[in-house]
């Protein structure tokens, strides 16, 4: 059974920092593209970053210079370290990871950006 767990959400200030992770596990075929994904109250899901197997990465524009994503490949964990945060970054974050021909989703945690 594949599983996708998210950690590493929480309240966090204006201009502040949080890493999230994500670790898969379940899964018998390699990993392909990893990335994150957050869907804030009332808009549509829409891609934050993601990486590839070979480590090429591509931002959204709104969190260009801000964000990271990284990936351990052999821990088959995605990372997306996120500073100087935004009340506008509030949402929940999703991690997708696709491998052997499928898409899997983690449940989401939640990011809050307020003082």
């Known amino acids: 059974q594949v599983r996708l767990v998210e950690s590493g959400g929480g309240l966090v200030q204006p201009g502040g920092s949080l890493r999230l992770s994500c670790a898969a596990s379940?899964?018998?075929?390699?990993?392909?593209?990893m990335g994150w994904y957050r869907q804030a109250p009332g808009k549509q899901r829409e891609l934050v970053a993601h990486?590839?197997?070979?480590?090429?990465?591509n931002y959204v524009d709104s969190v260009k210079g801000r964000f990271t994503i990284s990936r351990d490949s052999a821990k088959k964990t995605v990372y997306l370290q996120m500073n100087s945060v935004k009340p506008e970054d509030t949402a929940v974050y999703y991690c997708k990871v696709f491998a052997g021909g499928n898409d899997y989703w983690g449940r989401g945690t939640q990011v809050t950006v307020s003082s």
């Open positions: 379940g899964i018998i075929f390699s990993i392909g593209y």
């Open positions: 990486i590839t197997n070979l480590g090429g990465t």
